[in-house]
């Protein structure tokens, strides 16, 4: 297992739970060292990693993120939304990449259909429109989970439903 191989590893292994780094150390066949300094790197590419007396732990909880591109039509916002709260993901936030004015993004927090019902109540209201019409569908959401497993089975269920666009 090379470096980067590790440290995703690591991501996906600290979470609510503390995990000294001899622990981790032994179930990756590395030294402590090793497994500080990939903590050490983790920290600078922005993975908020909390030191405690009993191991390290994920800030906030265990939650990790991952941006998917995506596009699809008005009428199947729903299906989206759904598909990503119900495999246990929470849409951040809508994002796109307009030409002239760069990124556009808005806040979202929609983590369960209730949610996702108030978001598709206010865009029937009509005050305004979807963020993605501005880039013909093309659009962006950071979806965070508790898992990389739970990331790639949103990732394939996008892929199903015809959604997931290959990032640039």
Known sequence: MNGE???KKLRTRIGAEPLSATALANELGVSRQVIVQDIALLRAEGVHILSTNRGYV???GARISRVFKVRHTDEQIREELYLIVDAGGCVEDVFVWHKAYGRIAAPMGVRSRA???EFLHELAAGVSRPLK???DG????????????TLAAIE???REAGFFVEPD
């Open 5 to 7: 191989e590790r440290r």
């Open 138 to 149: 093309y659009h962006y959401h950071t979806v965070t989970a508790d898992s990389e497993e």
């Open 133 to 135: 019409n501005v880039t």
């Open 115 to 117: 949610q996702a019902e």
């Open 156 to 158: 394939r269920g996008l």
């Open 58 to 60: 994920a800030e906030g």
